[in-house]
């Protein structure tokens, strides 16, 4: 079953940063939380089953957590990860040394 990932952009309030990000990353759907410079403070991943669900995990719940103050949220519509690349290479065969 193909997921739906939303990279959501976080601002929050600066005191409160790490306990926000803690906070976020306890949210099932959340599979990731990064502390990151630049105009936001944190960077979540998250992965749903379906577009309906990111109306219930973003605005119901990262929008609600304490310390957010505004997030902005975009949706993959492509991955590409050399994690991937690797696995659509590998044919079974050791590595040759």
Known sequence: MAMVTAIVLIKAEVTHIPETAQAIA?????????????EFDLVAM??????????????GKVNRVPGVTHTETHIAFRTYSRHDLEAAFAL???DSA
């Open 92 to 94: 079974g065969y050791p």
């Open 26 to 38: 306890q949210i099932e759907q959340v599979s990731e939380v990064y502390s990151v410079t630049g």
């Open 46 to 59: 998250v992965r749903v089953r379906d577009h309906d669900e990111l109306g219930d995990v973003i605005p």
